[in-house]
């Protein structure tokens, strides 16, 4: 039998037994920018492939939600910081090896776009707006007249944001559950699949909705195949990431993942999207409220998990 | 040069006069410690073998700290030392996440906070405050790039291991066996 005990008592605050450094913060922010990335990136997608009018909600309505989500997201991060008062060095450094400051930049150009995107169609959601000065009318007209590589910048930025919110935990190869590139991807499906959700939700507009249920499900599709791949990552590597993948598969967080995460976040609102494709029309509320919660679910689980996740030592 | 330090696992006998001597001379916060004491006890009785480790960050040369910093609070000095830089740091955790040693801790002001291998006293000649108390002499301090240090000849003359070598961090604390 071998029985490891630090004999000086170490006991550091957050550190000790195992890693706890990350809370609620970090795992609201994850699905926060997500899901923001996933709306503004759809919105985008749309209004470059001019498909503005055939899916108006998507292009002009839910990117409404986006700057809100990302201002929450920040104020979740800055309160996530332990040294607040030098939050600004994310600014005056920029390290290409570190995700984190990737993703500081990429809220630095994607919040302000989302912003200015919202002002452009101020008027589908208040018809008798009146900016009052006219350097600001003037900068609608400016902005309006390259609202194309507006879309384009915001495009490119919302999928960086997507991947990022996974890269930023699969960066960390000291904890075995985030180190897998797959990550990125599952975070970057999930965050288009709340994106997708929300429009569905908003529409009133039949075809646009029949067109939304049909995206989330295949985004449900891809984030199915995506999380037995990384399983299938994972128990065919090493040791420490066999025992990642196990606190999934008969470990503490199996009861959690699987319910929460993939039968009534993404199985169950999957039925009920095919349904709305079909005959049977059920209050779109249910699917969506089901997908976004599980896309939430999914930053929690994979956060707290991965904190307890460690190298054999 | 390289700073290194050698543990010897058979002359160590888990005092903790290591941990004591860290706090004391770098104001560790209360409740907190730089470096630790882990036992490994293997076997049954009668046949058991243990070994004692004097731990703390190993000042890695791929150190995935410094890689994952937003800010380069967490840097490398000339020497191969891991530091952090308060004034750079923003507390964001990131480093405590990447650091497979679990070497660090976010200091009660904010930062986050390491063993330094006691750079203000070796910057002045002197070895790190563990290695000057160890009472049975069993940590030793010194330049790999220099073969007459005290680590290159205990390094040369003993079997070592470094800790999760597989991580890929190329740790620079080598536990003699």
């Given amino acids: ?313 | 040069m390289r700073y290194a330090m050698a543990v010897d696992t058979r002359k160590c006998v888990g005092c903790s006069d290591c941990v004591v001597a860290c706090q004391t001379e770098n104001d560790v916060p209360i409740g907190f410690c730089r470096d630790w004491v882990v036992e490994v006890m293997d076997g049954t009785y009668p046949q058991l073998e243990i070994e004692i480790r004097s731990e703390r960050c190993n000042h890695c040369v791929n150190a995935p700290c410094v890689r994952c910093c937003p800010t380069g609070a967490s840097h490398i000095v000339d020497g191969g030392i891991v530091l952090v830089e308060p004034g750079e740091c923003i507390g964001c955790g990131a480093c405590m996440a990447s650091c497979p040693y679990d070497a660090r801790y976010p200091h009660p002001s904010g930062y986050v906070d390491k063993c330094t291998f006691c750079f203000h006293r070796i910057k002045n000649g002197m070895s790190p405050a563990c290695v000057e108390v160890c009472p049975t002499k069993c940590l030793y301090f010194g330049d790999l790039d220099d073969m007459n240090s005290d680590v290159s000849v205990v390094l040369k003359k003993r079997k070592s291991k470094t800790l999760i070598p597989e991580a890929g961090t190329d740790p620079q604390l080598y536990f003699l066996i």
Avoid at chain 1, 73 to 99: C, E
Avoid at chain 1, 151 to 180: D, H, K, Q
């Fill in chain 1, 1 to 313: 039998m071998k029985e490891e005990i630090i004999v000086s008592g170490r006991m550091n605050q957050l550190i000790d037994p195992h890693l706890h450094i990350w809370h609620w913060q970090i795992s609201l922010y994850l699905f926060l920018g997500g899901m923001a990335a996933g709306i503004l990136a759809i919105a985008a997608l749309y209004f470059i492939r001019g498909r503005e009018k055939d899916y108006r909600t998507a292009v002009r309505i839910t990117p409404f939600l986006a700057p809100v989500l990302l201002v929450l997201g920040l104020i979740a991060l800055f309160i996530d910081l332990r040294h607040k008062l030098f939050f600004w060095q994310l600014y005056t450094n920029i390290k290409l090896q570190s995700p984190m400051s990737w993703g500081a930049w990429t809220l630095m150009v994607i919040t302000p776009a989302s912003f200015i995107w919202c002002a452009l169609h101020i008027k589908d959601i208040f018809p008798d707006w009146d900016w009052k000065y006219k350097w600001i009318y003037n900068l609608d007209t400016f902005f309006n007249k390259y609202k194309k590589t507006l879309a384009w910048v915001m495009l490119i930025y919302a999928i960086i944001l997507g991947i990022y919110t996974g890269i930023l935990l699969s960066a960390f190869n000291a904890r075995p559950l985030w180190n897998t590139s797959i990550l990125g991807p599952l975070f970057l499906a999930s965050g288009l699949s709340a994106g997708a959700a929300v429009t569905l939700l908003l529409s009133k507009d039949k075809a646009e909705r029949k067109q939304f249920a049909r995206i989330d499900l295949v985004l449900i599709g891809i984030e199915l195949f995506l999380i037995i791949h990384l399983f299938m990552g994972f128990l065919a590597s090493t040791q420490v990431q066999i025992e990642a993948a196990n606190m999934f598969l008969g470990g503490p967080y199996t009861m959690s993942f699987w319910i929460f995460v993939v039968i009534l976040g993404m199985l169950i609102p999957a039925l009920l999207e095919i349904m709305e494709l079909g005959k049977f029309h059920i209050p779109v509320l249910v699917p969506v409220t089901l997908v976004i919660l599980g896309s939430l679910m999914l930053r929690f689980i994979i956060v707290y998990a991965g904190q307890v996740s460690r190298w054999l030592y």
